[in-house]
């Protein structure tokens, strides 16, 4: 079997989680102190009890979110390691059309 590394299929792939943990930390980057603050109003002292149990699940949700985003961007930044490792050290020729096209089938050396 050969395993074949397609540079721009990689760099694709890279800028996809890059996207990615631009979108996830933006919907992550929420004021939590503003939103439990409005809660609080609006449901005002019958609502303590739900908003003490809300408060801890709200922040790690938040959190969650931005561990996610960091993830997109670190497999992001990792990818693009990778390609110009292969590229600067194997010397790869530059990919062309039919290479990208079949990189996803399995090819045996027998």
């Known amino acids: 079997m050969e395993f074949k590394a397609v540079p721009s299929a990689m760099g694709s792939f890279s800028a996809t989680n890059k996207d990615a943990a631009a979108t996830i930390s933006g919907a992550g980057s929420a004021d939590s102190t503003a939103m439990l603050g409005s809660a609080a109003a609006a449901l005002g002292p019958i609502g303590a009890n739900y908003l003490a149990a809300y408060a801890p699940a ?3 949700n938040l ?3 931005k561990l996610l985003a960091y993830l997109h961007a670190a497999l992001g930044g990792a990818t693009d390691g990778s390609v110009k490792a292969i590229v600067g050290n194997e010397d790869v020729p530059p990919p062309t059309a039919d ?11 027998a």
């Open 58 to 60: 709200q922040a790690n």
């Open 63 to 65: 959190a969650s979110t």
């Open 99 to 109: 290479a990208d096209r079949h990189c996803w089938e399995r090819r045996d050396n």
